[in-house]
Nanobody, 124 residues
Framework: QVQLVESGGGLVQAGGSLRLSCVAS????????MGWFRQAPGKEREFVAG????????KSADSVKGRFTISRDNAANTVYLQMNSLKPEDTAVYYC?????????????????WGQGTQVTVSS
């Protein structure tokens, strides 16, 4: 079973930055597409960013383009989400997810394994 553990969430002011990390175990990390999703209270889980196995391609939601950057370090079994210029609407629980496929999907249904989530709260 793939285990994913997120960290790095917290409370920040609007305009601030935060870096989330997700460490994977129980899998060959380099064979997984990795994604970040978020879920705010009362809303469905939504795609934030994804990255292919060797980081040859990344995809981000329009709402975070230019502000968030996804990256991965396969040697460290870790995927990151660098979040800059944070806005109150970014407030959500952020989840790391793994997909044993080849392409970055924006659908949560494509991802087989999920982390426990880490809370990000952005104050105005």
């Amino acid at each position: 079973q793939v285990q994913l553990v997120e960290s790095g969430g917290g409370l920040v002011q609007a305009g601030g930055s935060l870096r989330l990390s997700c460490v994977a175990s129980g899998c060959t990390f380099s064979t997984y597409v990795m994604g970040w999703f978020r879920q705010a209270p009362g809303k469905e889980r939504e795609f934030v960013a994804g990255i292919t196995r060797t980081a040859t391609y990344t995809k981000s939601a329009d709402s975070v383009k230019g502000r968030f950057t996804i990256s991965r370090d396969n040697a460290a079994n870790t995927v990151y989400l660098q979040m800059n210029s944070l806005k109150p609407e970014d407030t959500a629980v952020y989840y790391c997810a793994a997909d044993p496929g080849w392409v970055v999907s924006t659908s949560s249904r494509s991802y087989d394994s999920w982390g426990q989530g880490t809370q990000v709260t952005v104050s105005s």
